[in-house]
Each structure stands twice: as C-alpha cells, then as structure tokens.
C-alpha cells in the first residue's frame, strides 16, 4: 500500500493552480505514493459564500483525515510567513501524529524576513527581547517560519527542505517538494 500524502500549500491561489498541482500530483505519483490535492475535489454549491467555505473547509479536513502524512509548502505567501491555510492544515496532521515534511523556496529565515519588513529598525527592549520599531518582540531562532510551524516539524522527526528558487519561481519551483518525496521514499 503506497503511502497517501497530503499536498498543501497555496498554490491553489495561483494562476496557474492547476498546472501546479498536477505536476506535484505526477511527481509524487512517480516516487510511489498516493497524492491528496486540495483543489482535486468538486464541491457542491452553498446558498451562501459563508456556507461555501464551511463547505471547503469540511472537505480538506476529511481528505487530511486519509492522509498518511503531508508536505506543506511554507514558502511566505502574502507577507513573511507561511500561508495561513497551509499553517493550519501542517498543525491538524501534526496533531494526528502522522508523518510531516515541510519546503520553502526561500532561503531567508524568518527572523531575516521580519529585519527586512522593518527595515532594520530592531532593538534590543530593557527584557533582552528583539523589538520591531512597534514594540513587538520577535522571534529569532534561526527557523524557517514561526517556532511552532518549524518545531511541530522537527520534533516529530520531520523533513524540512530549503531551497532558494528564483523571485519569479518561489510557487512553481519543486525543487524542495522533490526534497521532501525523497525523504519519505528513503523512510
């Protein structure tokens, strides 16, 4: 039985969705395993866009729930972090206690995103805490995302890829997603 791995991320926001996610599909078809694509299924309409979305949202949990595992794209999307779908959807499985391997495209930790949303405006608080000119602490831990996204990875024996794509490749290149179906195939 081929393991069944649940392939999010936010692609299914881009242009060219489709494509995209036929082409993870093909490639994790090609290393053995089952893919379960958010964007694969057909939903039945909703009298109102508020029930659609319930609707939506219904459907992925119950294709997370026959999953085996997951890849989630952690590229930052929309700003410097992950997207927040994606996010949720890598801490239901985490939570289930399946398999869980995440990628980005962008080499940039996000303690390095942040000092460029602020410019380099960072000081140190009178708590030894990292400050944003906002008086936000920050995080600095040399992770990828935001500690509970890169640890609930690691602390399960998790996979995280990075790969420094190109600015007009950072949702299409799989480079790192190819990292990530490796990594289950040698488990």
């Not at 140190?124 to 936000?136: A, H, I, Q, T």
């Amino acid at each position: 039985m081929s393991l069944k791995l649940y392939l999010a991320g936010p692609e299914v926001f881009l242009p060219n969705a489709r494509h995209m996610l036929d082409a993870k599909a093909a490639m994790a078809r090609e290393f053995g395993f089952e893919p379960i694509c958010p964007g694969d299924v057909t939903i039945e309409p909703a009298p109102t866009r508020h029930e659609f979305g319930l609707k939506i949202s219904a459907v992925d949990e119950g294709m997370m729930n026959r999953a085996d595992g997951i890849i989630a794209n952690l590229t930052p999307f929309r700003g410097i972090a992950a997207d927040v779908g994606t996010a949720f959807e890598l801490g239901y499985v985490c939570a289930q206690g399946k398999r869980v391997a995440a990628y980005t495209n962008m080499n940039a930790n996000h303690f390095q995103r942040t000092r460029e949303l602020y410019k380099g405006e960072i000081v140190e608080g009178p708590d030894g805490r990292k400050r944003g000119p906002d008086g936000l602490s920050l995080e600095d831990f040399d992770m990828i995302d935001n500690l509970m996204l890169h640890g609930g990875i690691e602390r399960r024996g998790g996979f995280i890829a990075v790969h420094d794509a190109a600015p007009d490749a950072l949702y299409t290149d799989l480079t790192a997603f190819r990292s990530c179906l490796e990594w289950y195939a040698s488990r």
